[in-house]
């Protein structure tokens, strides 16, 4: 789902650069629909991750769980009263949860931020529950969540349909 998320971002920002003002218009529905599908997705299997599978969230974890799940209900309401200025209140959330999952990638990969001293020494944020092709952990998930919203809400929620 990673990739996909990554793919889909990547795919918003070329058509960003190709298609019309118009074309994009016509998105706008889609996309804040798929941004409320990615926050729930992200949200539900993060409460999958600790629930079922017992992980227990680190510090930076805990702070992109307070950005992704209120974006959950934020989209989904916005998307239900199809509304453009969804990109004002959502976008922010969503660049601040991908800013501290950049963050939490780096200190869970460069060993001289990993005893930075930010988190608990019994459940460090250099740990790594899922370690999937040898770079996807749980980080990278969500910031392939918050990427792929962050685009949706800032390239293709602009405009309300008629």
């Known amino acids: 789902m990673s990739f996909v998320a990554i793919g889909l971002g990547v795919a918003g920002l070329i058509a960003r650069l190709t298609l019309s003002p118009q074309s994009r218009a016509g998105l706008s529905d889609g996309g804040r629909w798929l941004g409320w599908l990615v926050a729930a997705s992200c949200m539900v299997g993060s409460l999958i991750y600790s629930e079922v599978y017992l992980f227990k969230p680190c510090l930076f974890c805990w702070y992109q769980r307070i950005a992704m799940y209120p974006l959950a209900i934020v989209l989904l309401v916005g998307a239900i009263r199809r509304e453009a200025s969804i990109r004002f209140y959502g976008l922010p959330l969503a660049l601040i949860g991908l800013g501290i999952s950049v963050w939490h990638i780096l200190v869970q990969n460069v060993s001289a931020l990993q005893g930075s001293g930010a988190c608990d020494p019994d459940n460090p944020c250099s740990a790594k529950y899922v370690d999937l092709f040898g770079f996807v952990s749980i980080p990278v998930m969500a910031a392939a969540g918050f990427f792929l919203i962050s685009v949706l809400l800032a ?8």
């Open 155 to 162: 390239f293709f929620s602009s405009t309300k349909p008629q």
